[in-house]
């Protein structure tokens, strides 16, 4: 399977600590981009890394990419409650096809 | 951002039944649209990739005329789910690509549609 590993599975932190998610990937990639899913509902672009780029910020996210090792890992600084939710990477070599990871489900307690 | 739409958002249908969940993109025109299916606690998995056009181009696993794709004009496509049966129960997402600042194809997904076959 070509779908790309994320770590970890699940992750319980408090709030206002930092929150790491690693995604691996196992195919040359385009981009790289990161998305939020609440339980049960859609999902939210969060970030887009191209695959020229090391690094990338917004917000309280940062997002940094290693095409060597292909991985990525998403940072989230000073957790909130609302940050709770699914993430996922996704990866595009090209012809527009994106791949999901397994996904890091993030709780954060208030 | 660019907005794609999913109808309806939920659906629960009898066994046999064939179900059309639609996905449109609002603001922008979408020649490839895709439809991926996801599972309780798992994660998203691509179905196939919907041409404007022309047919749709399946990934491996996926039955063809169990899941029927149709997308006839540039802001709509449409997954028909034929005589569906319980284990087709699952969260179904479309997305359409948009070109994003600096050139970087993204995709814009829609909110999903939750099918439940009794």
């Known amino acids: 399977s070509q779908q790309g590993e994320e770590d970890p599975q699940a992750l319980s932190i408090q709030e206002g600590e930092n929150a790491t998610m690693n995604c691996s990937y196992k195919t040359s990639i385009n981009n790289l981009q990161w998305y939020r899913q609440n339980s049960g509902r859609g999902l939210v672009h969060l970030i887009l890394i191209r695959s020229n780029e090391r690094e990338k910020h917004s917000g309280r996210l940062r997002v940094t990419l290693d095409t060597s090792k292909k991985s990525s890992s998403l940072l989230i600084t000073a957790s909130r409650a609302a940050d709770t939710a699914s993430y996922f990477c996704?990866?595009?070599?090209?012809?527009?096809?994106?791949?999901f990871g397994t996904g890091t489900k993030l709780q954060v307690i208030p | 951002g660019a907005v794609v739409s999913q109808h309806p958002s939920w659906v629960i249908c009898k066994s046999g039944t064939s179900v059309k969940i639609e996905c449109r993109s609002l603001?922008?025109?979408?020649?490839?649209m895709f439809w991926y299916r996801q599972f309780p606690k798992q994660s998203l998995m691509l179905m196939a990739t919907?041409?404007?056009?022309?047919?749709?181009?399946?990934e491996q696993g996926v039955e063809k005329d169990k899941f029927l794709i149709n997308h006839a004009s540039l802001t709509l496509s449409t997954l028909t789910v034929t005589s569906a049966h319980p284990e087709d129960s699952s969260f179904y997402i479309c997305?359409?690509?948009?070109?994003?600042?600096?050139?970087?194809?993204?995709?814009?997904f829609g909110p999903g549609t939750r099918l439940t076959v009794l």
């Open positions: 997305s359409a690509n948009s070109m994003g600042s600096g050139g970087a194809n993204e995709q814009f």
């Open positions: 996704a990866y595009s070599g090209g012809y527009q096809k994106v791949t």
């Open positions: 603001d922008f025109q979408a020649t490839t």
């Open positions: 919907s041409n404007e056009g022309s047919k749709a181009t399946y």
